[in-house]
T-cell receptor, first 115, second 109 residues
Framework: DGGITQSPKYLFRKEGQNVTLSCEQN?????MYWYRQDPGQGLRLIYY???????QKGDIAEGYSVSREKKESFPLTVTSAQKNPTAFYLC??????????????FGPGTRLTVL | KQEVTQIPAALSVPEGENLVLNCSFT??????LQWFRQDPGKGLTSLLL?????REQTSGRLNASLDKSSGRSTLYIAASQPGDSATYLC????????FGTGTSLTVIP
């Protein structure tokens, strides 16, 4: 059963803590992405990776970090430097990076709340 | 920077009605355009992907069109059902993917 999994579904963070959101895919896709979704706004790109051991900043990378050590995994760390981390985080993947015939598939999301 | 707009922000229709959702974008240099459905608190489900060289794509009761020159795409839903109630998002693929803010659709039984 191919797809993208994200864990946990809900996450609560205290001020000053770093937290890591998990994203795993078994679709054999080269490219993976992290987006943030806030009410009334479109999805905004945080980081993306088009190949293992390489990743690029998106529009709102400040306060976030990622790694891509394995093709199937792309974890996102929300650091204490992120001023307003409460949001819905979505992970996606596609066969390749930004190119023709490149359909994106999404995971179920993680809702992060700062207490 | 690419800007993607979806109008209306919300739409309510009676069951059985045909409807059209709109997506407009400012930069025509795109690779593709993708329509998604999102249910409350859930991830995005891909509905249709249109390549930049294509004019339309169909899947069941859904038909999406693309006019690059005018920067517009429409998603046509035929014979709407209560189960179609969700938020519909369009995303334009270029040097990255740019998303609209969505149209929230309610189909009234």
């Amino acid at each position: 059963d191919g797809g993208i999994t994200q864990s946990p579904k809900y996450l609560f963070r205290k001020e000053g803590q770093n937290v890591t959101l998990s994203c795993e895919q078994n679709l054999n896709h080269d490219a993976m992405y992290w987006y943030r979704q806030d009410p009334g706004q479109g999805l905004r790109l945080i980081y993306y990776s088009q190949i293992v051991n390489d990743f690029q900043k998106g529009d709102i990378a400040e306060g976030y970090s990622v790694s891509r050590e394995k093709k199937e995994s792309f974890p996102l760390t929300v650091t204490s430097a992120q001023k307003n981390p409460t949001a819905f985080y979505l992970c996606a993947s596609s066969i390749r990076g930004f190119a023709e015939n490149n359909e994106q598939f999404f995971g179920p999301g993680t809702r992060l709340t700062v207490l | 920077k690419q800007e993607v707009t979806q109008i209306p922000a919300a739409l309510s229709v009676p069951e059985g009605e045909n409807l059209v959702l709109n997506c407009s974008f400012t930069d025509s240099a795109i690779y593709n355009l993708q329509w998604f459905r999102q249910d409350p608190g859930k991830g995005l489900t891909s509905l249709l992907l249109i390549q930049s060289s294509q004019r339309e794509q169909t899947s069941g009761r859904l038909n999406a069109s693309l006019d690059k020159s005018s920067g517009r795409s429409t998603l046509y839903i035929a014979a709407s059902q209560p189960g179609d109630s969700a938020t519909y998002l369009c995303a334009v693929g270029g040097n990255q993917f740019y998303f609209g803010t969505g149209t929230s659709l309610t189909v009234i039984p």
